[in-house]
């Protein structure tokens, strides 16, 4: 079981959009529609973006939307705000109960 | 619902970790959801410990299967993990997170606790 793979970095100015993305295999990310995002900010716990692909908890908003295709996920955030720069973690679903982590991007507001 | 981690803040190297996750404002006994714990060593990414059912069904990550246990108490709402023969490698802020077993995702998240392995 090896973790997902993220580039470490991403950064957009304000109002940009700045897309992250998740790779993983046939066991994890490209087995299920289970691939979730989530977000970190120092010192807090990770907190949910997107769900099953592409759905979103409430509260949560639209500015956030995720996709995949075959074995990458991606996480898009349209119209970037400073409260958006997080550390953005991935997480697949790999069958038998087994959840793996993607490595993280720190995604920085310019 | 609410999660909230507790236990020893140090452990020494070789001995057993030993934390504690009180749920509140919702059952560990719940059918719909699996129990976790999750660590993240300092400036480093999140790895997956193992997950506990109801039903008494555990899974854990198989790099830490030897030497990990996840447990429930039913009577006080509580989730456990001991980890034995623990190394500085273990050195982690320690996550309890309620899984939603419909759509395999942690939806809820205690706020973690750092264990600090050191002599």
Known sequence: QSALTQLPSASGSPGQSVTISCTGTSSDVGGYNYVSWFQQHPGEAPK???????????????RFS????????SLTVSGLQAEDEAEYYCSAYAGNGVFVFGTGTKVTVL | VQLQESGPGLVKP??????????SGGSISSSSYYWSWIRQPAGKGLEWIGRRYTTGTTTYNPSLESRVTISVDRSQNQLSLKMTSVTAADT?????????????FF?????????????
């Open chain 2, 92 to 104: 982690a802020v320690y996550y309890c997170a309620r899984v939603d077993m419909a759509r395999f």
């Open chain 2, 107 to 119: 939806d809820s998240w205690g706020q973690g606790t750092l264990v600090t392995v050191s002599s």
């Open chain 2, 14 to 23: 070789s001995q057993t970790l030993s934390l504690t996750c009180t749920v």
């Open chain 1, 48 to 62: 949910v973006m997107i769900y099953e692909v592409y759905k979103r908890p409430s509260g949560v908003p639209d």
């Open chain 1, 66 to 73: 995720g996709s995949k295709s075959g074995n990458t996920a």
